[in-house]
């Protein structure tokens, strides 16, 4: 009965992730996959979560079911940390601890489709390449809307001013908070301002993406777009991913906050995100949330997760400024829009071709697009990625 499936892997990173794995080239690269890495090549688990995790197994007496709102302590601890900046008070919001980020986003899929049957959903242009399949499995349209300049591969607001100016009232926006992924390019706080303004003037839902929270510009500055957002709207949402803010990857660790115009609201906004969890996966698993509910309630632990959080972020500018010197010393001038773009990603603008002599000649794995992960670059593998842009960057001139 299922001998006619013949389908096929198609998330791009995953694809690239499947071709490194199976190289045999020993000085192959792996610069496409989207998880922090230390300059040993390690994706680290923070020294703040495994004591957390040890104080968990001395603690913990019962595996019991969470119920699909999740841990209502660490949605309160996430209330906190990111809207406790705000004036609202936080009966307005109602918050579900999800899956990870891509359970959340999901989840905000299915709730956007049912509240509002007729809207689309606009995406930027790149977007993280699981976006569109996240948002199509759960029925809702997307399109996109102009975001990066292709040419000079840096932000394009007037473009993406333009094009949200032209959406249709009561369609959704996706906008990143922090990070872009994948081309690095993020939006200042005047501009954030202006977006919600021109967004609120149209009628239009913002949906916030927090998935790089404290690794672009700091764990304050990163929150700014809730800031922008809220000062023009009273209705929007958030999807929060825990996955790299507290290295909690495989835990699947993450949010979905709704912000409501009246308590009201609140209240039935919950009931129709409750019955789409009950009918999916019914409760959220508890590891992570224990991990980030132990954290933010000591502040010893605190304390130790911003501090290795800004390490992160820290190594992560020195990696791009190390990758920018050693460009520029090869002679080539071509990259000179790393230094415009931020966070954990770069983006190359590469083409399929482009990508397939990297590999070949090169054993360079890039994302999709060309994305580079920052944080995987280290000394060693340096002059390997550098000769390789110098030789690509002279190929293209001819
Ligand atoms: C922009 C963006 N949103 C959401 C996510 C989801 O993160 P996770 O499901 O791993 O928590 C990611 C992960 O790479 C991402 O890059």
Redesign the pocket.
């Known amino acids: 009965m299922l001998e006619h499936i013949d389908a096929e892997l198609e998330d791009p990173i995953l694809k690239v992730m499947a071709s490194f794995k199976a190289s045999t080239v020993s000085h192959k690269l792996d610069l496409g996959i989207?998880v922090y890495r230390d300059s040993k090549g390690k994706t680290p688990i923070f020294k703040a979560v495994k004591e957390a995790e040890l104080i968990i197994q001395m603690q913990e007496t019962s595996k019991a079911y969470l119920g699909p709102v999740g841990d209502t302590q660490y949605t309160g601890l996430i209330h906190q940390l990111l809207f406790g900046q705000l004036d609202c008070p936080p009966d307005f919001f109602q918050i579900i601890q999800t899956?990870?980020?891509?359970?959340?986003?999901r989840v905000a899929g299915e709730f956007l489709h049912s509240a509002l049957p007729f809207a689309t959903l606009w995406l930027s242009d790149p977007a993280?390449s699981?976006?569109k399949p996240i948002f199509s499995g759960a029925q809702l349209p997307t399109k996109e809307y102009r975001y990066f300049d292709h040419e000079t591969r840096v932000l394009d607001f007037a473009a993406m001013c333009e094009d949200i100016a032209a959406i249709p009232t009561g369609d959704i926006v996706l906008l990143?908070s922090c990070?872009?992924?994948p081309s690095g390019c993020n939006l200042s706080y005047e501009q954030w301002l202006s977006v919600s303004q021109l967004m609120a003037d149209r009628g239009l839902l913002p949906l916030l993406?927090l998935?790089?929270h404290g690794l672009d510009q700091g764990q304050i500055l990163d929150l700014q777009s809730i800031k922008a957002i809220e000062a023009h709207h009273d209705e929007w949402l958030l999807?929060y991913?825990?996955?790299?803010t507290f290295s909690l990857?495989n835990d699947?660790?993450?949010a979905l906050a709704v912000r409501n115009r009246t308590i009201q609201n609140a209240h039935h906004a919950l009931s129709l995100i409750l019955n789409l969890v009950c009918a999916n996966y019914y409760m959220p698993p508890a590891h992570g949330a224990s991990v980030v509910r132990t954290i933010l309630t000591s502040s010893d632990l605190t304390e130790l997760w911003k501090h290795e959080l800004e390490a992160a972020r820290t190594r992560i500018i020195d990696c791009r400024k190390a990758l920018i010197d050693a460009l520029s010393s090869s002679g080539t001038d071509d990259y000179q829009f790393l230094e415009r773009q931020e966070g954990m990603f770069a983006y190359l603008g590469l083409t399929e071709k482009e990508l397939a002599w990297l590999r070949e000649k090169h054993a360079l794995y890039f994302g999709p697009g060309g994305r580079l992960n920052i944080a995987g670059l280290n000394p060693q593998s340096l002059p390997q990625i550098s000769q390789a842009l110098t030789e690509l960057a002279k190929k293209k001139r001819g």
């Open positions: 989207g899956p990870g980020g891509t359970g959340a986003l993280w699981t976006h990143q990070g872009h992924n993406d998935a790089y999807c991913s825990a996955s790299k990857y699947r660790t993450g």
